[in-house]
């Protein structure tokens, strides 16, 4: 069956599966099926590892997980119960209890998609940040190549990473469209992000506080106008006197 029969069956009112436990064993073939998500339908790709692949839903999805992962993917149903852990992943972006299958990531790059698999829904990171986080300061640019080829977007949530100016950048699920459209739907106004970076601004200060956050920091949001200090750099900040959140921990 291929991903155009796929997805009219899906859609059908009794939709119908193929029965691959065997297959699914032997390490050649991973199950798939759709899930909606804020950027509409989603090919979800599993095996008894775990969830291999998110990727749009059209007629080349069958394709490209072949060439990425050299095996095929056939339709059927999720492990019991993985069905609704895939659902709440892709709304909430992070994997929480889902097995994710990283065979196909190093051991760095797996590193990495844990530790942004944290970052809370509605707030941003940089590469930069990741690098820090995994311990290795001089990886930034291995980190964007990291988010880029993050087999699992969506559940593992590489859209709340931005560049070290803070501009949006790319997205490897569609592009920079729909990761504005996540972070929107998030609650987090992408407009408003790329304001900050057109002047510079990276981190936000409370000058009652003297503690300086990342501008979608749960604290920064509850920070006044009165009492707002910006900041483009960490070093800026901690010179006029300004320590690190510790919940956000720029």
């Given at each position: 069956?291929n991903i155009?029969d796929?997805l009219a069956?899906?859609?059908s009112p009794t939709p119908?599966?193929?029965?691959?436990?065997t297959?699914l064993g032997?390490?050649l073939?991973?199950?798939y099926r759709?899930?909606?998500?804020?950027?509409g339908?989603?090919?979800?790709s599993?095996?008894p590892?775990?969830v291999s692949?998110v990727?749009?839903?059209?007629?080349?999805?069958?394709?490209?997980?072949?060439?990425r992962f050299?095996?095929?993917?056939m339709l059927a149903?999720?492990?019991?119960?993985?069905?609704k852990?895939?659902a709440?992943?892709?709304?909430?972006g992070?994997?929480a209890?889902?097995?994710?299958?990283?065979?196909?990531?190093?051991a760095f790059r797996?590193?990495v998609?844990?530790?942004?698999?944290?970052?809370?829904?509605?707030?941003?990171?940089?590469?930069?940040?990741?690098?820090?986080q995994?311990?290795?300061?001089?990886?930034s640019?291995?980190?964007?190549?990291?988010m880029?080829?993050?087999?699992?977007?969506l559940?593992?949530p590489?859209?709340?990473v931005?560049r070290a100016?803070?501009?949006?950048g790319?997205?490897?699920l569609?592009?920079p469209?729909q990761?504005r459209q996540l972070?929107?739907?998030e609650?987090?106004?992408?407009?408003?992000?790329?304001?900050?970076?057109?002047r510079?601004?990276?981190?936000?200060?409370?000058?009652t506080?003297h503690?300086?956050?990342?501008?979608t920091?749960v604290?920064?949001r509850?920070?006044t106008?009165?009492?707002?200090?910006e900041f483009?750099?960490?070093?800026?900040a901690?010179?006029?006197?300004?320590?690190?959140?510790?919940v956000?921990?720029p």
């Amino acid at each position: 069956m291929n991903i155009e029969d796929a997805l009219a069956t899906l859609r059908s009112p009794t939709p119908q599966t193929v029965t691959t436990g065997t297959l699914l064993g032997t390490g050649l073939v991973d199950g798939y099926r759709l899930f909606d998500s804020p950027v509409g339908e989603v090919v979800v790709s599993f095996n008894p590892l775990g969830v291999s692949s998110v990727d749009l839903a059209d007629d080349a999805s069958e394709k490209r997980f072949l060439g990425r992962f050299g095996r095929r993917m056939m339709l059927a149903r999720p492990p019991q119960g993985w069905e609704k852990k895939i659902a709440r992943a892709i709304e909430r972006g992070t994997p929480a209890d889902l097995p994710v299958d990283f065979r196909s990531v190093t051991a760095f790059r797996r590193q990495v998609l844990e530790v942004t698999a944290r970052i809370p829904r509605g707030q941003v990171r940089s590469y930069a940040w990741l690098a820090r986080q995994v311990g290795n300061e001089g990886a930034s640019r291995a980190v964007g190549s990291t988010m880029a080829s993050n087999p699992v977007p969506l559940i593992i949530p590489c859209h709340r990473v931005m560049r070290a100016d803070g501009s949006i950048g790319k997205y490897s699920l569609g592009g920079p469209h729909q990761k504005r459209q996540l972070l929107t739907h998030e609650g987090t106004d992408p407009e408003w992000l790329e304001s900050l970076a057109a002047r510079r601004v990276r981190l936000i200060g409370s000058d009652t506080t003297h503690i300086v956050c990342y501008p979608t920091c749960v604290n920064a949001r509850r920070i006044t106008d009165a009492h707002r200090v910006e900041f483009a750099t960490f070093a800026a900040a901690t010179a006029s006197g300004f320590r690190p959140c510790r919940v956000c921990t720029p």
